[in-house]
């Protein structure tokens, strides 16, 4: 019988064995490519019918590295510039390891006094390296899907009681259609949240945009005037995915505040420009919405999975999320208990990564990362600017840089958008660089996104010759 209690501890043996195979892995990171040529086929390896008889721990592990090894996506290494993604830095990496190893549930003070005080320690350490102000609340979840359903659930309950209804315990029965106003930068999470809370996609229909796809002040004014002093909430976006710009928070809140309004900010990546003077200006006005959102696994760089919620009105977070039973802490008790702020009960306790890197690398080592990554992509836009085959199709606002191949004497848009989209195909399948295509200004456009912790300037370098090498031979 190959079941773990009839044997001896392996353990030690299955974690040396592990720690062997992550440290040749790291050795190869920088240089090797994102994605391995017989990656298809390595994945296609795994399946077949439930086994009657193990195999055992360390064969067990054996298959998984030889096979899954060859499988993954380099996707932690300098390579990647796909999907906004970062990279465990040292210390979240080890501490994320330490995670598993502890197996706690952040759920409550009782069930862990460490995660619920580290989770406490980190939304405080968090507040201050964004410099949002004390009244916000806030809770760690898996990203910013469940970050944005975390906050536009409080938003939603919110709505309700302006109506008179707790939406909570009552449900929607007799309200009228939630009004939520967006623009063109609006996140597709930020969709599905409100799909999941029942608010509907269609909801989010109003997106009221200029030319660019920033929320049109103006035309928000306006539609807010439309609603005759009825509550609704608006999304505003900071760090579009194609390009990194922003909405106009600031303004924004103005007339939040003038027409009692709630402002949500999906800032996944963007909120970390108020980390630096240089870009600071493009999340003004941040600290004045009622909720703001980011990723954890983004520009901090701590592994997956990881997002946080802040509400500045956090008792909301309580009414929606409390669980009643008579096993569970109560929600009024003095201690943290984080799992009656958020969806999850059943929660891994994500604050030792993310204490782990903030008390390792600090606000001053943060803000230095950012501003590398912001003269990378200058140097991303320059490579792309002065390249006769290349074409940059906006000057960096952040560390998104939008461009696509373009040789001369090919001026068929859906050609030339044809032959874009198979380097697109082809770049994922050469493997030697990431970055995925979008639609941007109505063309098919590149959009690497710079956010991982080991790139430097040798993988801009080389992102830009493998787009011209890969469109060169395809033309």
Not at 348 to 353: G, I, K
């Amino acid at each position: 019988m190959s079941l773990p209690l009839v044997l001896p501890d392996d353990t030690q043996a299955a974690l040396d064995q592990i720690a062997a195979a992550a440290r040749s892995y790291l050795e190869t990171l920088d240089d090797g490519p994102v994605r391995l040529p017989d990656a298809d086929a390595a994945a296609a390896r795994f399946g077949g019918s439930l086994p009657e008889h193990g195999v055992g721990t360390l064969a067990a592990l054996d298959e998984l590295v030889r096979d899954g090894l060859d499988a993954a996506t380099r996707s932690s290494g300098p390579r990647m510039f796909h999907f906004v993604t970062g990279g465990g830095t040292p210390a979240a990496l080890a501490a994320d390891w330490l995670t598993s190893v502890l197996d706690q549930n952040a759920f409550s003070w009782v069930a862990s006094p460490l995660g619920a005080r580290l989770e406490q320690v980190t939304i405080g350490w968090l507040r201050e390296l964004f410099e949002l102000p004390e009244r916000f609340g806030g809770v760690l979840v898996s990203g910013a899907t469940l970050a944005n359903t975390t906050a536009l659930a409080a938003a939603r309950q919110w709505w309700g009681e302006r109506h008179g209804v707790d939406i909570a315990r009552d449900g929607f029965v007799g309200l009228p259609p939630v009004p939520v106003l967006s623009g063109g930068y609006l996140h597709t999470s930020a969709t599905k949240a409100l799909a999941t809370l029942g608010m509907g996609r269609g909801s989010a229909s109003r997106y009221i945009a200029d030319t660019s796809g920033r929320m049109d002040v103006d035309g928000l004014a306006r539609a807010l005037s439309d609603l005759h002093g009825a509550p609704a909430i608006i999304i505003a976006t900071v760090g579009d995915v194609n390009d990194g710009d922003a909405d106009p928070v600031d303004r924004l809140a103005d007339l939040a505040e003038r027409h009692g309004a709630w402002l949500h900010v999906d800032g996944a990546f963007g909120l970390f420009a108020r980390l630096s003077p240089r870009s600071a200006h493009l999340a003004a006005g941040v600290e004045r919405a009622d909720s703001v959102v980011a990723d954890a696994h983004k520009w901090l760089n701590v592994p997956y999975d990881t997002g946080f919620a802040f509400v500045a009105h956090p008792g909301l977070l309580g009414k929606v999320f409390s669980m009643d039973a008579a096993y569970l802490p109560r929600p009024d008790e003095p201690r943290p208990n984080f799992g009656h702020l958020a969806p999850e009960a059943s929660r891994r306790a994500r604050a030792l990564p993310v204490w782990a890197t903030l008390r390792a690398y600090g606000r001053a080592g943060y803000r230095a990362l950012i501003e590398r990554h912001l003269d990378l992509a200058i140097r991303l836009a320059r490579r792309a600017a002065d390249h006769p085959r290349l074409e940059l199709l906006r000057e960096p606002v952040l560390n998104v840089v939008p461009f696509r191949y373009h040789p001369g004497g090919l001026d068929d848009p859906a050609a030339l958008d044809d032959l874009n989209r198979r380097i697109g195909e082809a770049l994922v399948t050469d493997g030697r660089v990431y970055a995925g295509t979008t639609r941007y200004l109505d063309v098919v456009a590149f959009r690497p996104a710079i956010a991982g912790w080991r790139i430097t300037e040798r993988e801009i370098d080389l992102l830009a010759d493998v787009v011209v090498e890969l469109g060169d031979r395809l033309r």
